[in-house]
């Protein structure tokens, strides 16, 4: 996630939990990625598309259970397609939307993408939430092999839907984390993609400093094509 608890806030394993101080500004980060789509098929070519985003996360409330929910501001969002050296506004800028996490970095819910996702393009960047709140483990005995972190998965109608990155942490140095592992989704038991995700994070306080990440996943809605997203979050 954005917000990320350090070793140096919790302690040791068995350590009192010490709460994070909620943001008192508006906190601005830069979101860069590239998205290709291979639909397999000879009638329709590849697409790769590059975006550029300035995003803005706002607390609004804090709730009885401690936790936040934060308004998320699309401030600028560029986009080009890789014929084109030329960006352009996307209609997805200025639009905004509710998330509602606890502050050590679990996404509870998301408000707002059903009206945003009918933008043009919009239903594909419904990886980003797991880009933005990775809730990477923090303690020793905190699930370092197979961390599973569940957000809603957009691109099947059917509701309960989610999506998974299950993945395997290290910590090489202090304010320093890489991850490797599937990313897949499902509803129930069924299986809905199969995919892969790579990533390193780095933060020198509660709030997440650089994300680069590298995610591949193979989806059947509302197309068959591979999607490989390969990007960058960073703080300002």
């Given at each position: 996630?954005?917000?990320?608890?350090?070793?140096?806030?919790?302690?040791?394993?068995?350590?009192?939990?010490?709460?994070?101080?909620?943001?008192?500004?508006?906190?601005?980060?830069?979101?860069?990625?590239?998205?290709?789509?291979?639909?397999?098929?000879?009638?329709?070519?590849?697409?790769?598309?590059?975006?550029?985003?300035?995003?803005?996360?706002?607390?609004?409330?804090t709730?009885?259970?401690?936790?936040?929910?934060?308004?998320?501001?699309?401030?600028?969002?560029?986009?080009?397609?890789?014929?084109?050296d030329?960006?352009?506004n996307?209609p997805?800028?200025?639009q905004?939307?509710?998330?509602?996490?606890?502050?050590?970095?679990?996404?509870?819910?998301?408000?707002?993408?059903d009206?945003?996702?009918?933008?043009?393009?919009?239903?594909?960047?419904?990886?980003m939430?797991?880009?933005?709140?990775p809730?990477?483990?923090?303690?020793?005995?905190?699930q370092?092999?197979?961390?599973?972190?569940?957000?809603?998965?957009?691109?099947?109608?059917?509701?309960?839907?989610?999506?998974?990155?299950?993945?395997?942490?290290?910590?090489?140095?202090?304010?320093?984390?890489?991850?490797?592992?599937?990313?897949?989704?499902?509803?129930?038991v069924?299986?809905?993609?199969?995919?892969?995700?790579?990533?390193?994070?780095?933060?020198?306080?509660?709030?997440?400093?650089?994300?680069?990440f590298?995610?591949?996943?193979t989806?059947?809605?509302?197309?068959?094509a591979?999607?490989?997203?390969?990007g960058?979050?960073?703080?300002?």
């Open positions: 996630m954005l917000l990320w608890l350090g070793t140096s806030l919790f302690g040791g394993c068995g350590a009192k939990r010490i709460m994070p101080t909620t943001p008192n500004e508006p906190m601005m980060f830069d979101l860069d990625f590239s998205y290709t789509l291979d639909f397999e098929r000879a009638d329709i070519p590849d697409d790769t598309t590059f975006w550029a985003l300035d995003l803005r996360l706002t607390v609004v409330e709730h009885r259970d401690d936790s936040l929910s934060l308004q998320l501001d699309f401030v600028d969002v560029q986009f080009r397609e890789s014929q084109t030329s960006w352009s996307h997805l800028e200025s905004q939307l509710v998330v509602r996490c606890f502050p050590w970095g679990e996404l509870l819910l998301v408000e707002g993408w009206t945003i996702s009918v933008l043009e393009d919009v239903q594909w960047l419904d990886f939430f797991g880009t933005l709140f809730n990477p483990p923090v303690r020793s005995g905190q370092w092999n197979s961390r599973l972190l569940p957000w809603p998965y957009y691109l099947n109608p059917e509701p309960h839907s989610k999506q998974i990155v299950s993945a395997t942490w290290s910590q090489p140095s202090d304010g320093a984390w890489t991850y490797e592992g599937s990313w897949y989704g499902k509803r129930g069924t299986p809905l993609f199969d995919g892969r995700a790579t990533g390193s994070i780095t933060a020198s306080t509660p709030w997440i400093a650089t994300h680069t590298d995610w591949t996943r989806i059947s809605k509302p197309i068959v591979e999607q490989h997203i390969m960058s979050l960073e703080q300002r």
